[in-house]
């Protein structure tokens, strides 16, 4: 488990995403220019994998989830662990602002159902 922790580093380092880290000066402009955007500063990230006793916490960075979800969202897929971004002040992870879950392998992915209607051409007008 040791080695798949120093592996996650590696790429967290590789994204960006590090203790301490803040994507903008100035919050409240941040704010202001991504109006529809989730943004969480001072966030705590928790990489955890279910049945372990270890786990991967990144404090104070803030993220923008919205843009970085993606990125998260892969790196539970690659590491096979949940990911929990919580606000500040939720240190337990009681309340967190996002969980992302891997992707279960080996279920099957449906097919959307079409709604469309199909057209028939009439023989005889």
């Given at each position: 488990?040791?080695?798949?922790i120093?592996?996650?580093?590696?790429?967290?380092d590789?994204?960006?995403f590090?203790?301490?880290?803040?994507?903008?000066?100035s919050?409240?402009?941040?704010?202001?220019s991504?109006?529809?955007?989730?943004?969480?500063?001072?966030?705590?990230?928790?990489?955890?994998?279910?049945?372990?006793?270890?786990?991967?916490?990144?404090?104070?960075?803030?993220?923008?989830l919205?843009?970085?979800?993606?990125?998260?969202?892969?790196?539970?897929?690659?590491?096979?662990?949940?990911?929990?971004?919580?606000?500040?002040s939720?240190?337990?992870?009681?309340?967190?602002?996002?969980?992302?879950?891997?992707?279960?392998?080996?279920?099957r992915?449906?097919?959307?159902?079409?709604?469309?209607l199909?057209?028939?051409?009439?023989?005889?007008?």
């Open positions: 488990m040791d080695d798949t120093q592996k996650l580093k590696e790429r967290l590789a994204m960006g590090r203790e301490m880290r803040m994507i903008a000066l919050k409240f402009r941040y704010c202001n991504h109006p529809n955007h989730q943004i969480v500063f001072n966030s705590n990230i928790r990489f955890l994998w279910p049945g372990k006793f270890q786990d991967l916490k990144i404090h104070m960075c803030d993220i923008n919205t843009k970085e979800g993606v990125k998260l969202k892969k790196l539970a897929n690659e590491f096979s662990c949940y990911v929990l971004v919580a606000y500040e939720d240190i337990d992870f009681m309340w967190p602002a996002a969980i992302i879950a891997p992707r279960v392998t080996g279920q992915q449906r097919k959307p159902r079409s709604n469309r199909v057209e028939t051409k009439g023989g005889n007008d």
